[in-house]
Nanobody, 120 residues
Framework: QVQLVESGGGLVQPGGSLRLTCAVAGNRFSSATLGWYRQPPGEQRELVATMSSRGSTVYGDSVKERSTISRNNFKNTLYLQMDSLKPEDTAVYYC??????????????WGQGTQVTVSS
């Protein structure tokens, strides 16, 4: 079982930066693919960034030049640094974890989400 708790959201001015943190409870951190997704108001959830257990990253097109995903396997923590924020970055940001268990089943977990609002 994996539990994810996001923090770091809030109100940010356009052009500003923020760092989201996801604390991951459970013993799967080092072997899991971790990531961030977001859901803007009235829209579907979309990819922000993911990082595999080996460190390979994938970024969504709308954020790839402005975001950095990182993980600390000693602290069981996932981070998302976002810079040059725009009003269209306003969304609920969700932490994500996924892994294959011993039976070969793919397991996915989501955090409760943290609101990021970019506005002057």
């Amino acid at each position: 079982q994996v539990q994810l708790v996001e923090s770091g959201g809030g109100l940010v001015q356009p052009g500003g930066s923020l760092r989201l943190t996801c604390a991951v409870a459970g013993n799967r951190f080092s072997s899991a693919t971790l990531g961030w997704y977001r859901q803007p108001p009235g829209e579907q959830r979309e990819l922000v960034a993911t990082m595999s257990s080996r460190g390979s990253t994938v970024y969504g097109d709308s954020v790839k030049e402005r975001s950095t995903i990182s993980r600390n396997n000693f602290k069981n923590t996932l981070y998302l640094q976002m810079d040059s924020l725009k009003p269209e970055d306003t969304a609920v940001y969700y932490c994500y974890a996924a892994y294959y268990d011993e039976s070969g089943s793919w397991n996915e977990y989501w955090g409760q989400g943290t609101q990021v609002t970019v506005s002057s």
